[in-house]
């Protein structure tokens, strides 16, 4: 299953706040008709399992526009199988002014170590500020306890898999989890094995 739309307030005449835009990615907006409206919704990724990792982290690209004070309005959540929900800090925020992405936003979704859960991106708003909440480049990366296996990452777009900069050496190789090695992740979705020199690491692409 794939990311989610709850809806908490619609605006009348509206039929969604949250949507997939093939050019910048998850979009949030209740600026409609040329008006500002009041709503509330929540963007819902799929449940994952952390159950053996020690910590989560999350990094993101994402653009708000149309606000003032985009933390007032906006902000990221976990939630646990059991409803707790806690609040998920990131590393920076865009001015809220203008059509430009912040690349490489980080943030701790420890609160989900050791359980099964989600995360989401929570859009409010109301009459006198209806802001638009772009993000894309979605990563969620968990820290396992002793295993063979030294992280396990989720990715929704194969190009953006591995940052140059990162402390991987060598090149990347690509494995199905029965052992097949795969030289063209073009259209792949599931499961597969990285290996980067001594280093494994499972990797989930939607």
Same mark, same amino acid.
């Given at each position: 299953?794939?990311?989610?739309?709850?809806?908490?307030?619609?605006?009348?005449?509206?039929? !969604?706040?949250?949507?997939?835009?093939?050019?910048?990615? $998850?979009?949030?907006?209740?600026?409609?008709?040329?008006?500002?409206? @009041? @709503?509330?919704?929540?963007?819902?990724? &799929?449940?994952?399992?952390?159950?053996?990792?020690?910590?989560?982290?999350?990094? *993101?690209?994402?653009?708000?526009?149309?606000?003032?004070?985009?933390?007032?309005?906006?902000? =990221? *959540?976990?939630?646990?199988?059991?409803?707790? %929900?806690? #609040? =998920?800090?990131?590393?920076? $925020? &865009?001015?809220?002014?203008? $059509?430009?992405?912040?690349?490489?936003?980080?943030?701790?979704?420890?609160?989900? @170590?050791?359980?099964?859960?989600?995360?989401?991106?929570?859009?409010?708003?109301?009459?006198?500020?209806? &802001?638009?909440?772009?993000? %894309?480049?979605?990563?969620?990366?968990?820290?396992?306890?002793?295993? @063979?296996?030294?992280?396990?990452?989720?990715?929704?777009? #194969?190009?953006?898999?591995?940052? &140059?900069?990162?402390?991987?050496?060598?090149? #990347?190789? !690509? !494995?199905?989890?029965?052992?097949?090695?795969?030289?063209?992740?073009?259209? !792949?979705?599931?499961?597969?094995?990285?290996?980067?020199?001594?280093?494994?690491?499972?990797?989930?692409? %939607?």
């Amino acid at each position: 299953a794939g990311f989610a739309e709850e809806v908490i307030n619609l605006p009348e005449g509206a039929s !969604y706040i949250w949507i997939n835009d093939s050019q910048y990615g $998850w979009k949030g907006s209740a600026f409609f008709n040329n008006t500002k409206h @009041a @709503a509330e919704a929540i963007l819902w990724s &799929p449940e994952y399992d952390f159950t053996n990792y020690t910590d989560v982290r999350l990094t *993101i690209d994402q653009c708000v526009n149309f606000t003032s004070a985009p933390q007032s309005l906006l902000s =990221v *959540i976990v939630e646990t199988t059991d409803g707790v %929900r806690t #609040p =998920v800090t990131l590393s920076a $925020w &865009p001015a809220g002014n203008k $059509w430009t992405f912040i690349e490489g936003v980080t943030g701790s979704m420890k609160d989900l @170590a050791g359980k099964k859960g989600r995360l989401g991106f929570r859009y409010t708003s109301n009459t006198s500020e209806a &802001p638009t909440w772009e993000i %894309r480049n979605l990563k969620i990366e968990g820290i396992p306890g002793t295993t @063979a296996i030294d992280r396990v990452e989720t990715d929704n777009a #194969p190009g953006d898999l591995y940052n &140059p900069d990162s402390d991987y050496l060598s090149t #990347p190789e !690509y !494995y199905t989890l029965d052992g097949r090695r795969l030289d063209d992740l073009t259209g !792949y979705h599931g499961l597969i094995i990285v290996r980067r020199g001594s280093r494994a690491t499972k990797l989930l692409i %939607r």
